[in-house]
């Protein structure tokens, strides 16, 4: 019985060694060591990556297939530049060149005819053919009217006028306006200088109503007889101006007028062409200025007379006279 128990003991302690031979015993603390080193090559690859990666766009600048994937407190961290399109603007043109382009557009100015040139300052003129007025006339049409009106209108005074009449002002101003002061000797030239005026003026106005006065005050509007608007033929090119400032004063002292005042221009821009306007003076007498306006107006001269101021100071006649020419820019 006893033996019996001790081979059951026995063969009990046999099973319960072997199956500890077979049993697996896991220590915990070598697992999380092993798990932590992986983690840990995980992260430094991908921090090894990340850096890779951020080191690229910092020298090679953001592809345009991620531009606006990152944000750019990140690209501004790492110096990474956005993706664009990087325009070359060519450079100006030199100053010389502009010189040279300037030049070619004053020859093209100069050879341009007139018509093309009104067209330019306002088409709509070209269509109008019912210019009948000085408003409506083409620049040069009234650098014309200008030259002509005004020797028409001395030529008329000159022979209109009694001899008893002595004029203290006459003014002209274009395109027909006048205005005379005077006194006569005998009532009667005074009436008849304001009927000859009267007949030939299209608005005729005087402060005067006494039919004894002798005193001479009028002003109107001249009915210029022969209207040219071909007396000026063309603009002036600015290579030009000495030459035709020159003919200008050759042409007075050829008629013993001597002009001052055309040294300094007044220039006013009109876009395609400039206004040089000179203002001048002379104390010849009134035969010889007669003479020299007549001059002017057959001369080939480019200019006009839109202004006339004739006064008496001191036995000396002074007139004073707008000149002015068009200059192509």
Same mark, same amino acid.
Request: glycine share 4%; charged share 20%.
């Given at each position: 019985?006893?033996?019996?128990?001790?081979?059951?003991?026995?063969?009990?302690?046999?099973?319960?060694?072997?199956?500890?031979?077979?049993?697996?015993?896991?220590?915990?603390?070598?697992?999380?060591? %092993?798990?932590?080193?992986?983690?840990?090559?995980?992260?430094?690859?991908?921090?090894?990556?990340?850096?890779?990666?951020?080191?690229?766009?910092?020298?090679? =600048?953001?592809?345009?297939?991620?531009?606006?994937?990152?944000?750019? @407190?990140?690209?501004?961290?790492?110096?990474?530049?956005?993706? @664009?399109?990087?325009?070359?603007?060519?450079?100006?043109?030199?100053?010389?060149?502009?010189?040279?382009?300037?030049?070619?557009?004053?020859?093209? %100015?100069?050879?341009?005819?007139?018509?093309?040139?009104?067209?330019?300052?306002?088409?709509?003129?070209?269509?109008?053919?019912?210019?009948?007025?000085?408003?409506?006339?083409?620049?040069?049409?009234?650098?014309?009217?200008?030259?002509?009106?005004?020797?028409?209108?001395?030529?008329?005074?000159?022979?209109?006028?009694?001899?008893?009449?002595?004029?203290?002002?006459?003014?002209?101003?274009?395109?027909?306006?006048?205005?005379?002061?005077?006194?006569?000797?005998?009532? @009667?030239?005074?009436?008849?200088?304001?009927?000859?005026?009267?007949?030939?003026?299209?608005?005729?106005?005087?402060?005067?109503?006494?039919?004894?006065?002798?005193?001479?005050?009028?002003?109107?509007?001249?009915?210029?007889?022969?209207?040219?608007?071909?007396?000026?033929?063309?603009?002036?090119?600015?290579?030009?101006?000495?030459?035709?400032?020159?003919?200008?004063?050759?042409?007075?002292? @050829?008629?013993?007028?001597?002009?001052? =005042?055309?040294?300094?221009?007044?220039?006013?821009?009109?876009?395609?062409?400039?206004?040089?306007?000179?203002?001048?003076?002379?104390?010849?007498?009134?035969?010889?200025?007669?003479?020299?306006?007549?001059?002017?107006?057959?001369?080939?001269?480019?200019?006009?007379?839109?202004?006339?101021?004739?006064?008496?100071?001191?036995?000396?006649?002074?007139?004073?006279? %707008?000149?002015?020419?068009?200059?192509?820019?």
């Amino acid at each position: 019985m006893i033996h019996m128990n001790l081979i059951a003991v026995a063969e009990k302690n046999s099973t319960i060694g072997s199956v500890a031979q077979h049993l697996h015993v896991t220590n915990v603390a070598d697992v999380e060591r %092993r798990y932590k080193r992986k983690y840990l090559t995980v992260a430094v690859a991908a921090l090894f990556a990340v850096v890779a990666f951020s080191c690229y766009l910092s020298v090679m =600048g953001v592809p345009a297939v991620l531009d606006g994937v990152f944000p750019d @407190s990140y690209l501004n961290l790492i110096g990474a530049k956005k993706s @664009s399109t990087t325009t070359t603007t060519p450079a100006g043109p030199t100053a010389e060149e502009l010189a040279k382009q300037q030049e070619a557009v004053a020859r093209v %100015r100069a050879a341009m005819p007139v018509k093309d040139i009104v067209a330019e300052i306002n088409p709509q003129v070209l269509f109008n053919n019912k210019r009948t007025g000085y408003g409506s006339y083409l620049p040069l049409e009234k650098l014309s009217y200008q030259k002509t009106s005004f020797p028409q209108f001395l030529s008329f005074l000159n022979t209109a006028a009694p001899d008893d009449i002595g004029f203290s002002e006459c003014v002209y101003q274009a395109p027909n306006y006048y205005y005379l002061r005077g006194v006569a000797m005998k009532a @009667s030239s005074q009436h008849t200088l304001m009927d000859r005026l009267k007949a030939v003026s299209k608005q005729f106005q005087s402060p005067i109503a006494s039919e004894a006065a002798t005193e001479v005050a009028v002003f109107g509007q001249f009915s210029v007889p022969q209207v040219r608007l071909d007396a000026v033929r063309g603009f002036v090119p600015a290579a030009e101006i000495p030459a035709e400032v020159k003919a200008l004063k050759n042409l007075a002292a @050829s008629n013993k007028v001597q002009l001052k =005042g055309l040294e300094k221009p007044v220039v006013e821009d009109f876009g395609v062409f400039k206004r040089y306007a000179y203002n001048v003076s002379t104390t010849s007498d009134f035969a010889d200025l007669l003479n020299f306006m007549n001059a002017f107006a057959n001369s080939p001269i480019r200019m006009g007379v839109p202004k006339a101021d004739l006064k008496y100071a001191k036995k000396f006649l002074i007139t004073n006279l %707008r000149v002015e020419m068009f200059v192509l820019r």
